[in-house]
């Protein structure tokens, strides 16, 4: 079969259709006999399980009467299959040498067959992650994720990995707590494509970054695009990840460094070859050719053969002398020290391992940048971050292989919001001319007018679009350089709308008498995509008559479910997650699981530790032993935001010229929506300024019920067989449940958590 507009409706009917015709076996209705398996923890208990299972018997938690076993499935000496009752699973289930009871579902095969088979990605055939079951969690607080230091959480992955593989949540017939045991599959690893994850000062050292060996994917690369080979001093690191700032001028310009590297270039604490942290920030910032070769120097300038007005030129870009390896990046043994405060900060090592963690990411062997933008000394404001971005992305070499740029992919965790205050005026849907504002007026907890009092726990802020300035310009020069940028939404339970909803130009004012046009240039957007994400809007976008914004802007899922009634779960967003329709998607975020980029609010992991000797080589004894290495509970659209950049980079993988609107045609044609409420709540959207609906901090208001998972590009010739999916093991059960396989005035800056 070919589907060339593929329905998830029709498919299912069609795929009833056809197993009926074939005979093939469906689970019966009522609380009779079915055909479930029994999973044991090891051999000898099945033996065992089994003999009491079809003898008559008087021991705990086992059925008293004779069972058949329909299955001894002998290819796997822990499971067998047997008729019998709803109540008598259940009964079962609370056996302690018995981790799992679920119906049979090669058995019926008529009602799972090719269920979770929808056709997805390119290229035909998914990769197993691990070649092995590992441990997944959606609800970690209780999962195990927080105390799994023992041998058998070695190889694990997140809810955002596993989640995201298909259209259907695989825990839609499971509580939220319960862990599944399968080997995640996924159409790309992010290969051959520049991930850039831009964010506070951030731990490189952690172990999630460093290729050890140990708990990793079977295909995990591990090193760095600044391999030997490269250059004639070049050496290989065993950290994947490299500072942007700090290592990338040597990408760019080798043959500058390579001139004098005995003064210009060193080696990492990993065995990297990197520039000198001094010459690395004078490449940026010194238009000469005493810092940068004569490629990059203006024509108008002594020995500069750069093409005025060519990527080649393009100036000087100011680096502070405190963006510094240690105080951004740590090493191995010394945590960074970025911080303003002083503290370590523990937002931008899990936002990295989500993109691109050998754990925690999707892009596992994605070419992993990192910047520190934002809350540490010497980080360049976002305009020089826009900057940056866009001469990486010019000058960067082409892939050897085939003499292609490699895609750029960017996570941004981050954004700027304005406060609003008691005594100010909202416009809700006013005809713009200052007139028909209602007074704000906040006490204690409650805000009036009603639209205003949905904001997340009464914070009084709203994401704001900030004028058309320098700032927005050199977004947008980025953008049409062609960096494919992904953005938090942001954590204010805040409606944001696309330029032909009757809410776009509500604003909030301390003005009773300011009209639209006043308002667009310095008062509060209220319901539009705040920024950075806003740097993408193209105002009539082909002459649609509205505004189109070339950024995506992520939403978060909560990682807790509710039932349906019916033995179903349906998902639903986080109570913070701004929605709405120009949320592009949501994705996992509350309460995952990332790389801790500290020592405090930590989870332990088996794999906490590496040693490292004198040749840069992993060791299992000498050298010289990593600081301890833990993850943490993360959450927010914040997290949301690096889990969507990792896939998107597994996307482009394969699709090297894509820019922003074919990934948009993507989510909109290929990444189905859920179907119903109960999938993922919708919700009511209100539409008048007093609404009771305001007060929903679960409703999409007028959003797609749009979960992002992946995929395919294109529909594939021929499709895949849906009977090779590898079963998962739910390893705690919810009883009734089943198994499913699967810096402008007025603007402040604030981490999005």
């Given amino acids: 079969m070919i589907a060339t507009d593929f329905n998830p409706e029709e498919y299912e009917k069609l795929r009833i259709e056809q197993h009926t015709a074939e005979g093939l076996r469906f689970v019966p209705e009522?609380?009779?006999?079915?055909?479930?398996?029994?999973?044991?923890?090891?051999?000898?208990?099945?033996?065992?399980?089994?003999?009491?299972?079809?003898?008559?018997?008087?021991?705990?938690?086992?059925?008293?009467?004779?069972?058949?076993?329909?299955?001894?499935?002998?290819?796997?000496?822990?499971?067998?299959?047997?008729?019998?009752?709803?109540a008598e699973a259940e009964q079962l289930k609370n056996h302690p040498k018995i981790i799992g009871v679920n119906i049979d579902k090669q058995y019926y095969e008529g009602t799972y067959k090719g269920r979770e088979t929808y056709p997805t990605s390119q290229p035909v055939n998914k990769t197993a992650r691990y070649g092995q079951n590992v441990k997944i969690s959606l609800d970690t607080s209780g999962s195990g994720f927080n105390s799994g230091s023992n041998s058998t959480w070695l190889s694990k992955t997140g809810a955002q990995i596993y989640r995201h593989q298909t259209l259907v949540s695989p825990w839609q017939s499971l509580s939220d707590d319960d862990i599944i045991t399968a080997d995640p599959e996924q159409y790309g690893d992010g290969t051959d494509v520049d991930l850039i994850v831009n964010d506070s000062a951030a731990w490189l050292g952690h172990i999630e970054f460093v290729k050890t060996g140990?708990?990793?994917?079977?295909?995990?690369?591990?090193?760095?695009?600044?391999?030997?080979?490269?250059?004639?001093?070049?050496?290989?690191?065993?950290?994947?990840?490299?500072?942007?700032?700090?290592?990338?001028?040597?990408?760019?310009?080798?043959?500058?460094?390579?001139?004098?590297?005995?003064?210009?270039?060193?080696?990492?604490?990993?065995?990297?070859?990197?520039?000198?942290?001094?010459?690395?920030?004078?490449?940026?910032?010194?238009?000469?050719?005493?810092?940068?070769?004569?490629?990059?120097?203006?024509?108008?300038i002594a020995g500069g053969t750069a093409v005025i007005g060519s990527n080649e030129d393009f100036g000087e870009i100011t680096i502070s002398s405190n963006y510094t390896e240690a105080r951004q990046n740590g090493d191995n043994t010394n945590l960074h020290t970025?911080?303003?405060?002083?503290?370590?900060?523990?937002?931008?090592?899990?936002?990295?391992?989500?993109?691109?963690?050998?754990?925690?990411?999707w892009a596992y062997n994605a070419n992993k940048w990192f910047i520190s933008v934002l809350w540490a000394s010497g980080a360049p404001d976002s305009a020089t971050l826009f900057e940056l971005l866009k001469v990486f992305h010019n000058l960067k070499p082409n892939r050897s292989a085939d003499n292609t740029k490699n895609p750029t992919v960017t996570s941004n965790s981050w954004g700027g919001q304005k406060l609003f205050y008691n005594g100010y005026y909202a416009y809700f849907r006013t005809p713009g001319d200052g007139t028909g504002g209602e007074l704000v007026s906040i006490s204690g907890t409650t805000i009036s007018p009603e639209w205003l009092n949905y904001f997340w726990s009464n914070d009084q802020r709203a994401r704001w679009e900030p004028p058309t300035d320098s700032t927005i310009v050199e977004g947008a020069s980025m953008l049409d350089a062609g960096v494919i940028w992904l953005g938090s939404a942001g954590n204010n339970n805040n409606q944001q709308v696309k330029g032909d909803h009757a809410n776009y130009d509500n604003y909030v004012s301390s003005s009773n008498s300011r009209t639209l046009a006043e308002a667009e240039s310095y008062e509060l957007m209220v319901n539009r995509i705040g920024f950075p994400n806003c740097i993408g809007n193209v105002p009539n976008y082909n002459g649609g008559g509205i505004d189109v914004y070339r950024t995506f802007n992520v939403g978060a899922l909560d990682d807790n479910t509710v039932s349906n009634g019916d033995g179903t779960y349906y998902e639903q967003k986080v109570s913070y997650s701004n929605m709405g329709n120009a949320v592009d998607f949501y994705t996992i975020g509350d309460d995952s699981v990332g790389a801790q980029g500290g020592n405090t609010y930590n989870y332990p992991r088996n794999d906490s530790s590496y040693r490292i000797d004198s040749s840069y080589q992993i060791v299992t004894s000498g050298g010289t032993l990593s600081l301890t290495c833990y993850d943490q509970r993360f959450?927010?659209?914040?997290?949301?935001?690096?889990?969507?950049?990792?896939?998107?980079?597994?996307?482009?993988?394969?699709?090297?010229?894509?820019?922003?609107?074919?990934?948009?045609?993507?989510?909109?044609?290929?990444?189905?929506?859920?179907?119903?409420?109960?999938?993922?709540?919708?919700?009511?959207?209100?539409?008048?300024?007093?609404?009771?609906?305001?007060?929903?901090?679960?409703?999409?208001?007028?959003?797609?019920?749009?979960?992002?998972?992946?995929?395919r590009m294109s529909d594939p010739e021929p499709d895949p067989d849906p009977t090779t999916l590898s079963p998962g093991i739910i390893t705690k059960f919810n009883p009734g449940g089943g198994l499913i396989l699967t810096g402008s005035s007025g603007l402040t800056i604030k981490k999005l958590i």
């Fill in 30 to 86: 009522g609380t009779g006999a079915k055909v479930y398996c029994v999973v044991c923890e090891n051999a000898s208990d099945w033996k065992e399980i089994h003999n009491y299972i079809i003898n008559e018997n008087e021991i705990d938690n086992i059925p008293n009467r004779k069972i058949e076993c329909t299955n001894l499935k002998k290819s796997c000496d822990r499971i067998a299959s047997y008729e019998i009752s709803d």
């Fill in 214 to 300: 140990v708990g990793e994917p079977t295909n995990f690369v591990g090193t760095n695009v600044l391999k030997s080979g490269f250059a004639s001093s070049a050496t290989t690191g065993v950290c994947g990840v490299l500072d942007l700032i700090l290592s990338a001028p040597y990408y760019i310009d080798p043959d500058f460094f390579e001139a004098d590297s005995g003064s210009r270039l060193r080696v990492r604490w990993d065995g990297t070859t990197l520039p000198v942290e001094t010459v690395a920030r004078a490449w940026w910032g010194n238009e000469s050719t005493t810092y940068r070769s004569a490629k990059y120097v203006s024509t108008n």
């Fill in 338 to 361: 970025g911080q303003y405060d002083g503290s370590v900060a523990t937002h931008g090592t899990p936002c990295m391992s989500q993109s691109y963690g050998k754990t925690h990411g």
């Fill in 635 to 711: 959450g927010g659209t914040s997290s949301a935001c690096p889990v969507s950049a990792g896939l998107f980079a597994t996307k482009v993988q394969h699709n090297r010229s894509w820019n922003w609107s074919n990934l948009k045609d993507w989510v909109s044609t290929k990444v189905t929506d859920q179907s119903s409420d109960a999938q993922f709540l919708q919700g009511t959207e209100a539409t008048t300024s007093s609404s009771s609906n305001w007060n929903s901090y679960r409703s999409l208001q007028g959003g797609a019920r749009k979960i992002l998972w992946d995929a």
